[in-house]
């Protein structure tokens, strides 16, 4: 099975996989070399009446909902798609910043589809990476051969669109998913052609167990991460405290920062120290650790990669870093106290995520599914409307039970009973409009109300009446005023 790239984009209904939906799918296929290999995938996935697009998503994509019900596919025709045609064995599944918002959007449509969320990753020597961070450790580390912008306010970005016009790369239309993917083939090429060893060098550190052996060597390595400050180009020298409790992850920690003032801290105090704040030139500094999840394919190399000019770019002291990392190491109770903080933060999380978690949709990571359910998953995709109600007693997952009917009344509407049409009219309601003026509808009948005190494009103009009629279009009789 030979390897070969796909870069992918979506453009969806909004930022959170959990409440969103995809509405544009668009992927080019290429072979190591960066060359095309076929034609290119741009898909239009219809909505459902339970969704409300974020009116903030539409105004970027220019997508509206009628859009996707005029030209769309189900999400279940676009699975079958994906999986006959894209996941093929082989496949290395990239895109800008694809690691933390597209994949996510991937496994919650596969998971909701009766689709493996996960196998399209890994199974038949499939992976994936991702070309933000790769920009981001090339910008760090090897600059030399690209021109590299700034944004507006003068802070250093590599932003898709930033990149493709100060280097003269073609991006006639950003945030178009098909226009998208070309341009970040494009700035892999670039990157390839003017730094082809960190290229490759990243591509196979793409690996998981690579990431772990490096990192859990216990030497510093150079770490490069959106959460780092745009000061030093977002990368840092780091080391391992402690290994996650939980995850396949580490706790890492800057060393360019002085450990002294964290050392003698309780498991609360650094819990407070560790939590993000808006505002903190008002706070006490905030602490320097930061968790590294294997899985998502992080930016990291040997501290052997810093040369001279690299130091001095980023503000590296290698006799201070080896300073710090001696404090940490003759300090062990700091390492336990940070796992309990973890351990603290991690239940305050799944505490918070309790109201949220009651919504099916929403259930992914609830656990996997036992090995009869697994088998079960093609039988129910390949099944007639009419047969879906005979394989829920089959199932045995809560989630898959309760997922069933919404699967059928999502991809086969016409083929409910009215029975079934009335179960799915109220689960519409009150996924929409329960909760008065906290409900989905209210916020989004406020936010296009802001939106059209603002001044706006035609085409902004257009999709905003387009997503006022849209909303008129699924309101329940009974609450058409």
């Avoid at 600059?143 to 991006?171: C, M, Q, S």
Wanted: proline share 6%; net charge negative; aromatic share 10%.
């Amino acid at each position: 099975m030979a390897a070969s790239f796909f870069f992918y984009d979506l453009e969806t209904t909004g930022i959170s996989p959990r409440d969103g939906r995809i509405m544009q799918f668009a992927g080019q296929r290429t072979d190591m070399d960066l060359k095309p290999v076929g034609e290119p995938f741009n898909i239009l996935v219809a909505i459902t009446p339970d969704i409300l697009p974020e009116p903030d998503a539409i105004m970027v994509t220019g997508i509206t909902p009628q859009d996707t019900k005029r030209d769309g596919i189900t999400e279940a025709e676009f699975i079958k798609i994906f999986q006959d045609e894209v996941a093929t064995p082989g496949t290395i599944f990239l895109g800008f910043n694809t690691v933390r918002f597209d994949d996510e959007f991937m496994r919650f449509t596969l998971y909701r589809n009766f689709a493996d969320p996960y196998d399209w990753q890994w199974k038949d020597n499939r992976s994936r990476w991702d070309l933000l961070d790769i920009a981001r450790m090339t910008r760090a580390l090897r600059p030399d051969g690209i021109k590299w912008p700034f944004a507006p306010d003068g802070k250093p970005t590599v932003r898709l669109e930033y990149l493709t016009k100060i280097n003269g790369l073609d991006h006639e239309k950003a945030h178009d998913a098909l226009n998208d993917v070309f341009a970040s083939i494009a700035v892999a090429k670039l990157i390839k052609d003017k730094q082809p060893k960190l290229f490759d060098f990243l591509l196979n550190m793409r690996d998981k167990k690579k990431v772990a052996e490096l990192v859990e060597s216990g030497r510093p390595f150079v770490y490069t991460s959106g959460k780092y400050s745009n000061e030093f180009e977002k990368t840092n020298a780091v080391v391992i405290l402690a290994k996650h409790p939980k995850k396949q992850a580490a706790v890492v920690y800057d060393l360019r920062e002085d450990p002294a003032e964290f050392l003698d801290m309780s498991p609360a105090e650094l819990v407070d120290r560790w939590r993000w704040v808006a505002d903190r030139d008002k706070e006490p500094s905030r602490l320097p650790v930061k968790t590294l999840q294997y899985n998502r394919c992080p930016a990291v190399a040997p501290l052997g990669v810093l040369d001279k000019d690299s130091q001095k770019r980023l503000g590296i002291d290698l006799t201070a870093i080896e300073t710090h990392r001696k404090k940490l190491q003759s300090n062990p109770q700091f390492k336990e106290n940070i796992i309990k903080a973890l351990e603290i933060m991690d239940e305050r999380q799944q505490t918070s995520w309790v109201i949220d978690e009651q919504d099916v949709d929403t259930q992914i990571y609830d656990g996997f599914y036992e090995a009869g359910d697994s088998r079960l998953l093609p039988v129910v995709r390949a099944a007639k409307p009419d047969e879906l109600q005979l394989l829920q007693d089959d199932l045995h997952d809560k989630r898959l039970k309760a997922l069933l009917p919404l699967y059928k009344a999502r991809n086969y509407p016409s083929s409910l009973t009215s029975e079934e049409r009335a179960t799915w009219d109220e689960f519409c309601k009150q996924r929409l409009f329960a909760g008065e003026t906290k409900s989905r509808f209210a916020k989004f009948a406020k936010r296009l109300e802001e939106l059209k005190a603002t001044k706006l494009t035609e085409h902004q103009q257009f999709a905003l009446e387009e997503l006022r009629l849209y909303a008129e279009s699924i309101m329940p009789a009974d609450l058409d005023a």
